[in-house]
């Protein structure tokens, strides 16, 4: 079994950064950061391997970085010049099958556990 808490999230202005934290328990081959806005389908944002293969949606492709520390069983997101429609609620994901690349793992059927979830609101 795997747990995940997302932290990191808040208010910031357009043009401004933040690092979003995932603190995980449990074993897992893959990690990802998704997002999801009222209305819309949850997207991948970006993804990770347990040998740091990574990668990202278009959207976010020199913005938005994933990071992991092994030793301490953390993932981050670090996220640059944020958008206003960078706003959505973010959610941390894991697996311990096998780790697909590409966009397939920014596919939220590649994981069977989420977290909670964090709230990122970029105001204009």
């Known amino acids: 079994q795997v747990q995940l808490v997302e932290s990191g999230g808040g208010s910031v202005q357009a043009g401004r950064s933040l690092r979003l934290a995932c603190a995980k328990s449990?074993?897992?081959?893959?990690m990802a950061w998704f997002r999801q806005s009222p209305g819309k389908e949850r997207e991948g944002v970006a993804s990770i391997s347990s040998s740091a293969r990574t990668s990202y949606a278009d959207s976010v492709k020199g913005l938005f970085t994933i990071s992991q520390d092994s030793a301490r069983n953390m993932v981050y997101l670090q996220m640059n010049s944020l958008k206003p429609e960078d706003t959505a609620m973010y959610y941390c994901a894991a697996s311990a099958r096998y780790c697909y690349n590409g966009p397939d793992s920014l596919s939220r059927q590649a994981y069977n556990y989420w977290g909670q979830g964090t709230q990122v609101t970029v105001s204009s």
């Open positions: 449990g074993y897992s081959n893959c």
